[in-house]
């Protein structure tokens, strides 16, 4: 339980929704690379930012959604602040094998467009369904899927041409 003063008020148990959340979004900051420590860091300040918006947030059908966006936005920060790399650890991987392709992965997001890069977060980072991506981005499903046919493309385009260089 959070023990946060006025949590039960706008529309919803916040308590309840932390409870139930919580796994997940700390989840989201260990397969974003954090170590443990720096993905609760991320979760509590996630939900910090749900409770504070809570009279809204609360009565949003996504809020569980709307809590990973948040989450996912402030554990690349973290990731980018700490150098931490941006994706799961590998079985078998070296350091400077998970350095170079952490490395590689945020430059490569970071060459999408906005809506291309939230897309990716969201639906692959984070694991959203693509509805409730649809839903947290006020767009339509099938733009979700062409913005994530893109990506993966240009991904895929950008990701390949390093390996051939590291490679050569």
């Known amino acids: ?6 949590a039960e008020t706008g529309g919803g148990d916040f308590e309840v929704f932390f409870d139930s959340v919580w796994p997940r979004v ?3 900051g260990r397969r974003m690379g954090l170590g443990v420590a720096d993905a609760e860091d991320v979760a509590l300040d996630a939900l910090a930012i749900a409770h504070d918006r809570w009279g809204r947030v609360g009565r949003l059908e996504y809020r569980e959604a709307w809590t990973l966006k948040v989450a996912a936005r402030l554990a690349l920060r973290a990731a980018g602040r700490r150098g931490a790399p941006v994706v799961e650890r590998r079985e078998g ?3 400077e094998d998970l350095a170079l392709g952490s490395v590689a992965v945020e430059a490569a997001l ?3 467009p ?7 977060v969201l639906r692959y980072l984070a694991d959203l369904p693509e509805r409730e991506v649809a839903r947290i981005l006020r767009i339509d499903v099938g ?3 062409q913005h994530a046919s893109r ?7 950008v990701l390949v041409g390093v390996d051939a ?4």
């Open 26 to 28: 700390v989840a989201l």
């Open 93 to 95: 991987a070296s350091a």
């Open 114 to 120: 906005r809506r291309q890069r939230q897309v990716v």
């Open 151 to 157: 990506a993966r493309a240009t991904l895929r385009g």
């Open 110 to 112: 970071r060459r999408l």
């Open 1 to 6: 339980m959070t023990g946060i003063p006025g």
């Open 165 to 168: 260089e590291e490679s050569a």
């Open 143 to 145: 733009s979700v899927k």
